[in-house]
């Protein structure tokens, strides 16, 4: 499956921003679908996961409440709303899929290019 990431830019705390990552070739709805953000001289960082049929997800602590994640089956692709953000979500933000629902990114075997969200204090 390719996956491409879009929706990211820069803005100030306290404001909203939706990611997209439209998905391509294999069966998409047959994935579970993450999340994950790689801050400058830092390593990727899970933040979100949601399963196949999108009925299970799962956030990291850091966003939790503040993101939401879901997908739409129909137009293979998953969006990341992300709400409140703050300069700590400063992130390159990946989309990826796996045939496992998991947090950590060696269980992922597809990865699209990422993102860049850039958020002022």
């Known amino acids: 499956v390719q996956l491409q990431a879009s929706g990211g830019g820069s803005l100030q705390a306290g404001g909203s921003l939706r990611l997209s990552c439209a998905a391509s070739g294999r069966t998409f709805s047959t994935f579970h679908m993450g999340w994950f953000r790689q801050a400058p001289g830092q390593g990727r960082e899970f933040v979100a996961v949601?399963?196949?049929?999108?009925?299970?997800?799962y956030y990291a602590s850091s966003v939790k409440g503040r993101f939401t994640i879901s997908r739409d089956n129909a137009k293979n692709t998953v969006y990341l709303q992300m709400n409140a953000l703050k300069p700590e979500d400063t992130a390159v933000y990946y989309c990826?899929?796996?045939?496992?629902?998991?947090?950590?990114?060696?269980?992922?075997?597809?990865w699209g290019r990422g993102t860049q969200v850039t958020v002022s204090s």
């Open positions: 990826a899929a796996s045939e496992r629902f998991v947090l950590y990114a060696g269980a992922y075997s597809y």
């Open positions: 949601v399963s196949s049929s999108g009925s299970t997800d």
